[in-house]
């Protein structure tokens, strides 16, 4: 039984080897050698677009003011009302404030008696002045004055010199206080800073005002020309032309279409939403538009100068990067890229490409970076 054994044992080893390969062959006749992918291509292309963007807009007046009270007293006499037409220096209230009025009668006392305390010293440093000049002159005859006398006759001089001197400082104080009690006195009078329209009133004749109040007096706005600002995103801070005009328009009025042109910016990005605050100036004489309302405003934008544009499906946004894929010796290159505005079917790039470069026109994360490809333009 064992010499059975021992014969087959060496017989089923050889079949194995021989299946084993047998297998290897048929494996390696079934690997192919890599195929290279076909891809279609296009250019790079340069363009600088001109292109409008929508964004909202708020229209604010010219000049707007809150009118409050300097000093405290009681409301004499109101002379206009919400939505009354005023000019630049018009009585627009009068207070009443009878220690105002006190305070700049004693200033103005105070300063008469200054001044006619000064004109006494004068009169006195006048005298004395004279008085030693001729005990000087006298002194030159020997024994006609004393020494102790003319010593005396300097000294009061000196003193009324000095006398005056703080009469002078004082009676300059005086003035200074009355000048400013007067200027307190004319704060009773609440008077327009400029031409425009009363848009809020507080107050009614006998209230009691005064600094430090809640609410103002009145309200003042010129809307005769509007300010239409603008809030412009970061992407677009460096697309708005000079001079530029826009078209836009408001709930109220939306069949009708307004112009604007681009007075100033802010050249700065506000941090809180990231843009540039710009204001177009509206001519609104008519008083069509109301301050407050906002707008949908079409915002001309363009590039200082050509960019970089290829094909939305160009562009390839993976989890690794943003890219394209260049075609370089028939093989696939990826290019990191950034996208920019979009035209069309169009999207604009900005990265290591060049104008006129080939790129894979329907790219894909499938075509790997360095894969040999054949190109061919449709």
């Given at each position: 039984m064992k010499p059975l054994l021992n014969l087959v044992w060496p017989v089923v080893a050889v079949a194995g080897l021989a299946a084993c390969s047998s297998a290897s062959s048929e494996e390696k006749k079934?690997?192919?050698?890599?195929?290279?992918?076909q891809v279609a291509t296009t250019e790079v292309q340069t363009m600088r677009p001109s292109r409008q963007i929508v964004l909202p807009g708020e229209l604010k007046p010219w000049n707007h003011v809150s009118l409050y009270a300097k000093v405290k007293g009681f409301i004499r006499d109101v002379r206009v009302d919400r939505g009354s037409v005023v000019r630049k220096g018009q009585v627009l209230a009068i207070l009443d404030a009878p220690e105002v009025l006190s305070e700049l009668s004693q200033a103005e006392a105070q300063l008469q008696a200054q001044e006619a305390a000064i004109n006494e010293q004068k009169a006195r440093f006048r005298a004395s002045r004279l008085t030693y000049n001729r005990l000087l002159k006298t002194s030159k005859v020997e024994g006609a004055v004393s020494q102790h006398e003319l010593d005396q006759a300097e000294a009061r001089m000196l003193a009324d010199s000095a006398i005056v001197a703080t009469a002078t400082g004082n009676i300059q104080a005086s003035r200074s206080n009355y000048q400013t009690k007067k200027e307190l006195r004319q704060y009773l009078t609440i008077t327009a800073p400029f031409d425009g329209i009363i848009t809020e009133r507080n107050v009614s004749a006998g209230a009691l005002v005064g600094a430090g109040d809640a609410k103002p007096l009145f309200v003042l706005e010129d809307s005769r020309t509007l300010r239409l600002t603008v809030a412009v995103p970061e992407t677009y801070a460096n697309q708005l032309p000079e001079k530029s005009a826009v078209s836009f328009t408001v709930t109220a009025m939306p069949e009708q279409e307004f112009q604007a042109k681009l007075a100033r910016s802010a050249q700065s990005l506000v941090e809180a939403n990231r843009s540039m605050m710009a204001e177009f100036d509206v001519d609104n004489k008519t008083?069509?538009?109301?301050?407050?309302?906002?707008?949908?405003?079409?915002?001309?934008v363009e590039r200082t100068a050509p960019t970089l544009f290829v094909p939305k499906t160009a562009v390839v946004s993976s989890s690794e990067k943003t890219f394209v894929i260049r075609v370089n010796d028939n093989k696939a290159e990826w290019?990191?890229?950034?996208?920019?505005?979009?035209?069309?079917?169009l999207v604009e790039v900005f990265g290591g490409l060049r104008a006129g470069e080939p790129i894979v026109r329907i790219a894909s994360e499938e075509i790997r970076d360095g894969q040999a490809v054949s190109a061919s333009k449709k």
């Open positions: 079934t690997v192919k050698e890599p195929e290279i992918q008083h069509l538009l109301k301050s407050g309302m906002y707008a949908e405003v079409r915002l001309p290019v990191s890229v950034e996208k920019g505005n979009t035209l069309d079917s």
